[in-house]
Every structure is written in structure tokens, then in C-alpha cells.
């Protein structure tokens, strides 16, 4: 518990840092991604205690706010580094499919044991299509919000498809880990 407190210091610290050199160096983000990149912090605690995540889990969507909110919208990497969205849809979709074979197991009440070995291919799957599916949601997010508050994040179809597109490897790049994985391990049960 020490350690995510150290965390969420730390993370609130990079925030107000980013937040001051931006204003230092005339990039004057909007008072939304500053207030954002703050939410972001809060969201992530509360959904931690409700879901009880891992301390690994924690962690990684720690350093992906750091990524997305902080660097990306405070300091404008999203707009002057072109392939950085990219690189942070790619980190999500493998972030939410990590969060999803979180969410199966738990509907499934099991631990990956070898009773469990059978039904791995198909919580791979769901571990996938879950994080596919959140990056739809998080596109339809960012559409409305732009329509509503009158702000960029999307930059017209081609960026949308390619964020989901990054999303989407992200998460096909953590079933053919979590695949292989499963493969080893079940030839040591064996």
C-alpha cells in the first residue's frame, strides 16, 4: 500500500511538473487536459480499490497516465512527436487485455491452475476482444467529448482507425504472449 501511495505522489508531482514546464515553454495546454490528467490519477484509485487490481496491473496504468495525460496531452507529444499516439494505443490495447484476463478470472473465481488450462485459449480471447472493445468505447469517448466541449483529440478517421488499429496490435501482441505462455506452461504439467 506504501509503495502505491509513493506511486500517486509521484505521478501527481510529474502532472504539476509537466504542467508548469508547459507554461514555461509557451505550449499552454487547456485547463481540461490539466484537470484530466488529475481525474486520470482518481479514477485509477478508485477503480484499484473497487477491482482490487495487482500491484503489476497498478503500476503499468500508473506509468500509462503518465504517458497518455502528462507527456501526451500537458506537453503536446501527441501533436509535435507524430508516432507517439500511436505508440500509447498500442501500450493501452495491451494494458486492457491485461485488465481483461483480470476480469475473466475473476468471473471465473480460479487462479490459472491446471484445472483452468482447458478454458485459457478462450479467456485469451475474451482478454483480447475486451481490450478491442475498449478502445471502441474510448474512441466514441473522445468523439463525443470533442462534439460537446469543442476539443481536438481526434484528428479525422484516419487517426481514429489507426488509434484502434494500435489499440488492436497492442492487444493481439499480448494473446500471442499469453498463448505461448500458456503453451510452456502446460508442457510442464506434463
Known sequence: MKKRV??????????????????ALGIDPPASNIMGAFA????????????????????SALVFIFLASPMGSILNLYRSFGPYDKFVHFISGILLAVFGMTVIQRLMKK????????????????????S?????????????????????????????????IAGNTGALVYGIWAYFHYIKAKKKLH
Open 6 to 23: 509513493t506511486g500517486i505522489i509521484l505521478l501527481i508531482a510529474a502532472i504539476a511538473a509537466a504542467s508548469i514546464i508547459a507554461f
Open 40 to 59: 486520470a490519477v482518481v479514477f485509477l484509485v478508485i477503480a484499484a480499490r473497487i477491482i482490487k487490481v495487482s500491484d503489476g496491473i497498478f503500476f
Open 111 to 130: 487462479c490459472i491452475t491446471a484445472e483452468l488450462y482447458p478454458f485459457m485459449v478462450p479467456m485469451i480471447f475474451f482478454a483480447c476482444m475486451f
Open 132 to 164: 478491442s472493445g475498449a478502445a471502441g468505447i474510448w474512441e466514441i469517448f473522445e468523439f463525443v467529448t470533442d462534439r460537446l466541449a469543442g476539443g481536438g483529440m481526434q484528428r479525422g478517421m484516419v487517426d481514429t482507425v489507426t488509434d484502434m
